[in-house]
């Protein structure tokens, strides 16, 4: 079911990893965020919205990080680089992420940044939407988010055009030892 999940989302242009361990991912997510220029300037920095990732990790190397926050605004989000969110579900049959988005930073660091690096549980990878809408309990979730890559529109002139409203690069971590939503 991961390679069709792979196949599906690089199809709609994002980018797709698998780690064993949440560790592993990230040294990844650290690495990354250098390579691409996270600096302590506006339109460089990075929010990361809150999740269990990072529950029992060590958290130095992120202290160290300049331009690193996990102070989640409207603005901050708006004028950051690289939004991380962790997400609760994939379907391998479209390619697609899925959240509950109630919480307005997941929202805002999906949305609003320029590059948005989803963590996912490998467990929680699901053959299709009729398979989410078994887990989802529209009484406890008041915002349910569907990803399919980056944000992309064909609305001028019919010409396809990525990141007008939304991140224009997406990054997705699936991470073997991440606990899933149930």
């Keep these: 079911m991961f390679n069709r999940f792979k196949t599906k989302a690089e199809e709609a242009r994002a980018e797709v990893h698998r780690f064993p361990t949440r560790a592993a991912a990230l040294d990844f997510i650290l690495a990354f ?39 989640v605004t409207r603005e901050r989000a708006a004028a950051a680089k690289f939004g991380i969110s962790q997400m609760a579900w994939a379907l391998a049959d479209t390619g697609t992420l899925a959240q509950d988005a109630t919480a307005v930073a997941q929202r805002l660091v999906s949305s609003l940044t320029s590059i948005h690096l989803a963590l996912v549980p490998t467990a ?20 349910i988010a569907l990803i399919t890559g980056p944000s992309r529109t064909a609305d001028i002139e019919r010409v396809l055009t990525i990141g007008v409203h939304g991140p224009e690069r997406l990054v997705i971590l699936f991470v073997d030892d991440l606990e899933a939503k149930v």
């Design 33 to 71: 965020l250098q390579a691409e220029g996270l600096a302590d300037t506006p339109h460089a920095q990075a929010l990361w919205a809150g999740g269990t990732f990072l529950d029992g990790l060590d958290r130095q190397p992120l202290a160290a990080l300049s331009g690193l926050s996990f102070d």
């Design 124 to 143: 929680g990878l699901l053959p299709d939407l009729p398979a989410l809408l078994t887990r989802v309990n529209p009484e406890a979730s008041g915002y």
